[in-house]
């Protein structure tokens, strides 16, 4: 089991710059696949970042180059920077963890609760 828990957002304008993190409290020293995914009103939930636990990171396309995403060692805090933003990256950011290799949403078991990320024009 691990609990996860967002922090971070807020309201910026186009352009602006946000750090977001997420604390990690395992119960277990499992090695996990780490992710970032976001959900915008009315839209499915949807990647943002991955890091596998090999230790590579992958980026949705939409993000790469903008986004950076990072880890403490121990896997105790996880990081998501977030440059260059845009309207439509507005949404509720998740940290997430799976012991799978995965992408999709919903091949993740465990969430945090999402913390709100309001870009505006």
């Known amino acids: 089991q691990v609990q996860l828990a967002e922090s971070g957002g807020g309201l910026v304008q186009a352009g602006a710059s946000l750090s977001l993190s997420c604390a990690v409290s395992?119960?277990?020293?499992?090695?996990?696949?780490m992710g970032w995914f976001r959900q915008a009103p009315g839209k499915e939930r949807e990647f943002v970042a991955i890091?596998?636990?090999?230790?590579?990171?992958h980026y949705q396309d939409s993000v790469k180059g903008r986004f950076a995403m990072t880890e403490d060692a121990g896997m105790n805090t996880l990081h998501l920077q977030m440059n260059s933003l845009k309207p439509e990256d507005t949404g509720v950011y998740y940290c997430a963890a799976t012991e799978r290799i995965a992408t999709l949403p919903t091949n993740f078991d465990f969430w945090g609760q999402g913390t709100q990320v309001t870009v505006s024009a």
């Open positions: 890091r596998w636990i090999g230790g590579t990171y």
């Open positions: 395992r119960r277990t020293r499992t090695r996990y696949t």
